[in-house]
């Protein structure tokens, strides 16, 4: 690691579950200064956000009004907290050559890390992201003075094959932003929050990977978010307890940067993938 890197190679990950408003950009950014002042106050190196936390999710065809440019001055704020504690934000971003990606900014040191749009965009039921975004281009960790990260943002996670990829790149560990809706099904667990909680854990156990996720919470557009968010490591052993269903919460996840290279040497499942078998099937998907 390099100088100002966790000491004793222990990296503190705070989930910030909030609850968003659409088009309410200094409201929401409000809400962001005040996580990474707590967040900062508790040890936390890095404070992950949830989905389009800067802007809110249900915005339809306000994305075209609020997208943001990373220079754009009102993300100043969140650059000057990059300062003190690292930030992974979401927001529709303006592109240069055209068009609006959902995407995961990753700030650090007062400057733009880098950036994560999303893949995969949901256009069914409540979905209807692409007629709104552009999908992402390509699929790479990004990298800051704290490490090798993967990012996800909420559908890419339920296709496992972007999970496996990051994993071959060398992530050190992956970051699942959310914006994920439940119904309240009369479980004690709604059931957004159990698929989630499985689809979070199978991504650890099967990249060898500690994996955080990170949800917003709330009711946005009379759709319920779930919250939940949540911290495990590579063999499924929680790092942190579960944020609450419903209310805003800050959940701190300590992660051995060591204890995490020792389980990918021990079960190195990735190392194993048949990619034969993938070039198989895209070759005979071509054919």
């Known amino acids: 690691m390099g100088e100002g890197a966790p000491q004793q190679g222990v ?62 001055p009102l993300l100043e704020p969140l650059r000057r907290a990059s300062r003190e504690v690292a930030l992974l934000v979401g927001l529709p971003l303006r592109e240069p050559e055209g068009g609006i990606s959902n995407a995961a900014v990753l700030l650090e040191g007062g400057e733009v890390r880098g950036v994560h749009r999303k893949l995969y965009l949901p256009t069914y039921g409540m979905f209807d992201e692409g007629r709104y975004f552009v999908p992402g281009p390509r699929l790479a960790p990004i990298e800051c003075r704290f490490g090798r990260f993967g990012v996800l943002i909420c559908e890419d996670a339920w296709h496992l094959s972007s999970a496996a990829l990051l994993a071959r790149a060398g992530a050190d560990a992956l970051f699942i932003v959310a914006g994920g809706p439940t119904e309240l099904d009369g479980d004690h667990e709604p059931a ?17 990977r500690p994996v955080f996720f990170a949800n917003r919470c709330g009711w946005e557009e009379g759709v319920l978010f779930g919250g939940r968010s949540w911290a495990v490591d590579g063999r499924g052993h929680s790092l942190a307890a579960a944020a609450p269903i419903l209310d805003e919460a800050l959940v701190t996840a300590p992660m051995s940067r060591a204890a995490a290279v020792r389980t990918r040497t021990l079960i190195p499942i990735p190392a194993t993938e048949r990619l034969d078998l993938w070039r198989a099937a895209m070759e005979s998907a071509d054919a």
């Open 192 to 208: 957004g929050s159990r698929r989630w909680h499985w689809i979070v854990g199978a991504t650890a156990v099967t990249t060898v």
């Open 11 to 72: 990296l503190v990950v705070a989930l910030a579950q909030i609850a968003t408003c659409p088009g309410q950009l200094r409201t929401n950014l409000d809400k962001h200064l005040a996580m990474a002042d707590q967040a900062r106050a508790r040890g936390a190196d890095l404070v992950v956000f949830p989905e389009l936390s800067v802007s809110g999710y249900l915005l339809a065809h306000g994305v075209l009004e609020h997208a943001l440019c990373l220079d754009d």
